[in-house]
């Protein structure tokens, strides 16, 4: 969840909203909570690998759940593709001048290695996967613990309750912002992916969505905090003419609404220093590492519960008797990770003005972190209805964690995955019909 979007997007929402987008981040929170109240009740009742696939596969026995599964095994690994696709780009762009690579080595390379490595990794055993998860998390929490401690030295109530009151009142802004950073909040539908391998799973699982949640939340909000300190900041604005030509309040507002990452960047480099800068980027690196590396797990598990159903070919069933884990699942997920990097961020990119290559972080990635919110948005849909018609179905069953106000809430989860559906691009919405067309052709013609 702590991904390359506390790097960009805090910087565009207060762009748009300045410290009002503590209040987007809430919403945000509060819609993707919604959501998560229908896992943390699933996962109580249904322990087991596959996350809301499972949990609609369990509750509809129907080979319809077929659909919810593809649209996760895609949606994971474009997920993945987005975020190793952009650690190259942020990789060639900040360090690959500091240890002087020849520059006859394609941009993409960086990104290529990571997922060789995180396949690997993945490959060896869960418990190895969940090492390098926790060291990377407590890392990059720590790098931007540090650059919340650098910018909170600056505290000035009165610039942010001036920023807060000057945009509190554009409802629309707030609410779009709100929209565009929803997304961040997805990863706690990994958790319950490899519920089947988690230790007491019915009191684990709940507890670690709704506490990533939160977490995620409150260090979001500082870091709105501290982005609004700097751009009303005549240091950081001085700071910010010597190196991006800025001279104003507005300049650099818009500086952080249009470059969200690297104003973040700048902002590190003026609190703490040069040093500051490159821990900044440290911190980006490893956020986008951990993120894919969570995505490899969780679809790879995703193809082992729909293999055990038969909605996937019987190989991908296969699992090592030594380390337990599903490799031709895993294998499998790498591929179309790698799939998804070079179709979007290579073969349909865009010219790099810094590389000269081709990378597509204007054009193909953005529509590919399009499709992916597509693929996993209109998982949660079928997610939230499941939850509705295993009430009917089975009223009676013991759940030790149960949804207050059902139907009622998720269908106000339905609601805003709807709404936040209908906020993607054109283009992404094709592409994930045409995904599902593909999907649903595969099933006739090679495993029904």
């Known amino acids: 969840m702590i991904a390359g979007g506390i790097f960009v997007l805090s910087g565009l929402a207060v762009g ?8 987007s981040f809430a919403l945000a929170a509060v819609a993707a909570s919604f959501t998560a109240l229908t896992y943390a009740e699933f996962a109580t009742v249904y322990t087991v690998d596959g996350g809301g696939y499972a949990y609609v596969a369990e509750v509809f026995d129907s080979d319809w759940s077929y659909l919810v599964g593809w649209l996760l095994i895609l949606g994971y690994p474009a997920s993945a593709a987005f975020y190793l696709a952009s650690f190259s780009d942020w990789f060639n762009r900040f360090a690959r001048p500091a240890i002087a690579l020849p520059q006859a080595l394609p941009y993409w390379i960086p990104g290529i290695a990571v997922l060789a490595v995180l396949v690997g990794i993945n490959l060896i055993g869960t418990a190895e996967t969940r090492t390098l998860q926790i060291a990377l998390t ?24 001036t920023s807060f009151a000057t945009h509190a009142a ?23 992916t490899s519920e089947g391998e ?3 799973p019915e009191r684990t699982v709940p507890r670690a969505i709704f506490l990533s949640i939160g977490i995620v939340t409150v260090l979001y909000m500082f870091v709105v905090v501290v982005v ?9 604005h001085a700071f910010l003419a010597e190196r991006t030509s800025m001279s104003s309040s507005t300049a650099a507002t818009t500086f952080v609404a249009t470059h969200g990452e690297v104003a973040l960047a700048r902002a590190a480099q003026y609190y703490l220093g040069d040093i500051g800068f490159y821990v900044f980027i440290g911190g980006a690196l490893l956020s986008m590492i951990s993120a894919a590396n969570a995505t490899v797990l969780a679809g790879s598990r995703v193809k082992l519960a729909m293999a055990d159903r038969d909605h996937l070919p019987e190989p991908v069933d296969r699992v ?11 294998i499998l997920t ?21 590389a000269g290559q081709s990378h597509g972080l204007v054009l193909g990635l953005e529509s590919l972190a399009h499709l992916a919110d597509f693929m996993l948005l209109a998982a949660l849909v079928f997610v939230n209805g499941a939850l509705i018609w295993s009430r009917r179905k089975n009223p009676d069953r013991e759940r030790l964690f149960r949804v207050p ?23 992404a919405v094709v592409l994930g019909v045409a995904a599902i067309v593909v999907g649903i052709g595969l099933w006739f013609v090679a495993i029904d």
């Not at 629309?172 to 539908?189: K, P, Y």
């Not at 609004?228 to 005549?234: C, E, H, S």
């Not at 090592?320 to 895993?330: H, K, L, N």
């Not at 070079?342 to 790099?352: Q, W």
């Open 198 to 200: 988690i230790e007491a």
């Open 16 to 23: 748009n909203v300045g410290a009002a987008a503590t209040v």
């Open 334 to 354: 790498g591929g179309l990770i790698l799939a998804f990097f070079m179709f979007f961020g290579v073969l349909f990119g865009t010219p790099s003005a810094e």
């Open 138 to 161: 407590g890392l990059k929490v720590a790098l931007i613990g540090l650059f919340l401690v650098g910018g909170f030295r600056a505290f000035d109530a009165d610039v942010v309750a």
């Open 320 to 330: 090592d008797p030594q380390s337990g884990v599903p490799t031709v699942a895993v």
């Open 170 to 192: 554009q409802f629309e802004d707030v609410a779009l912002t709100s929209a565009l950073v929803f997304i961040t909040f997805f990863g706690f539908e990994a958790i319950a």
């Open 228 to 236: 609004v300190l700097a751009i009303n900041d005549a240091g950081f």
């Open 405 to 427: 106000a059902v139907p009622w809430v998720p269908m106000a989860a339905v609601g805003s995955n709807l709404i936040l559906l209908a906020s993607l691009e054109l283009s």
